[in-house]
């Protein structure tokens, strides 16, 4: 059965640094992977998403993540985190490209410090 | 830019009372789907609807849920009898079937508060 791990539950960063949040997925084919930012009080929005072809995508908000099969993961990364960053982040993983469902990881909140 | 939106915000209700949860899906899409988050627990899927029917749904989505498309726009969850266990944000989403590879789009979500 598919599965999604975000092994932290809360990091702290100062306004700045460099930014890691860590997925690791379960799934025996290619998945579809993505990450979504979710502020008090709103919906989840999705940050970025991979299907195929390059491992490096690019999303909004300056965020990245990198895709490595090897390593069942798809790690979302920023250069320079901003305060307006704070907010809990989900990992998600779809079978296929058709209308199925979504399985989060229980996501990692972000705390940024000044 | 358009947007999923859900109606009430909160929901506050006693046990054993039938609520309905109220989501107006982006205007062209054609993929609908419910999730729902209890409090310090991943998002968890529980049902999607296409073309007028269930497509899709997990275990929690018993015989106490249903869904309905009432009209050209809403999209509701109804839980019939509620239980405390069913006190969780519910999180409506759409999808547009051209849209790459399964990319859905959610509401801002209702908190139900089952006392």
């Known amino acids: 059965a598919q599965s999604v791990t975000q092994p932290d539950i809360h990091i702290t960063v100062s306004e700045g640094a460099s930014l890691e949040l860590r997925c690791n997925y379960s799934y025996g084919a290619t998945p579809y992977l993505f990450w979504y930012v979710q502020s008090p009080g709103q919906g989840l929005q999705l940050l970025l998403k991979y299907f195929s072809g390059d491992t490096l995508v690019q999303g909004i908000k300056g965020f990245e993540a990198e895709f490595k099969r090897s390593q069942s993961s798809f790690n979302l990364r920023k250069p320079s985190v901003h305060w307006s960053d704070a907010a809990e982040y989900f990992c998600?993983?779809?079978?296929?490209?058709?209308?199925?469902?979504?399985?989060f990881g229980k996501g990692t909140t972000l705390s940024v410090s000044s | 830019e358009p947007e999923v939106t859900q109606t009430p915000s909160h929901q506050v209700t006693q046990m054993g009372q039938e609520v309905i949860l109220r989501c107006v899906p982006i205007s062209n899409h054609l993929y609908f789907y419910w999730y729902r988050q209890i409090l310090g627990q991943k998002v968890e899927f529980l049902v999607s609807f296409y073309n007028n029917e269930i497509s899709e749904k997990s275990e929690i989505f018993d015989d106490q849920f249903s869904v309905e498309r009432p009209d050209g726009s809403n999209f509701t969850l109804k839980i019939r009898s509620t239980k405390l266990e069913d006190s969780a944000m519910y999180f409506c989403?759409?999808?547009?079937?051209?849209?790459?590879?399964?990319?859905?789009?959610f509401g801002p979500g209702t908190r139900l508060t089952v006392l």
């Open positions: 998600a993983v779809g079978r296929d490209r058709a209308g199925t469902a979504l399985i």
């Open positions: 989403a759409s999808r547009d079937r051209s849209s790459g590879g399964n990319e859905q789009f």
